[in-house]
């Protein structure tokens, strides 16, 4: 589990309990220390609906990326969730759409 991955994992908060894509942004000593049974996530979700409308982006806080298909990363849906949530892992991030993602962190958590 690395900074930069993403990984299809349960939410705790989900009534359905669906499997869904996260964006693993904590640093890699956590992500890697067993005594931490927890890492932070911000969620992804497709960029168009079932129904072919496109869904709102913030521009501020989302970076748009074509993974398998147009894809938002919602910065400032930011969870910590454990470890054992995480079901498989699904790709790496490229470097400079990460750099995006830490721009936006950095502004949603007002560290500029």
Not at 69 to 89: H, N, P, V, W
């Amino acid at each position: 589990m690395l900074r930069g991955e993403i990984w299809w994992a349960k939410w705790p908060t989900d009534p359905k309990a669906k499997v869904r894509p996260v964006l693993i942004v904590s640093n890699n000593l956590r992500n890697a220390a067993p005594n931490l049974l927890d890492l932070v996530v911000v969620k992804l979700t497709s960029l168009m609906r079932d129904d072919g409308t496109k869904k709102p982006v913030n521009a501020a806080e989302d970076v748009i990326v074509t993974l398998k298909k147009d894809t938002i990363i919602r910065c400032a849906s930011i969870f910590s969730i454990e470890k054992t949530m995480l079901q498989s892992r699904g790709g790496q991030l490229p470097i400079a759409a990460m750099k995006l993602v830490d721009e936006k962190l950095k502004h949603v958590l007002d560290l500029n």
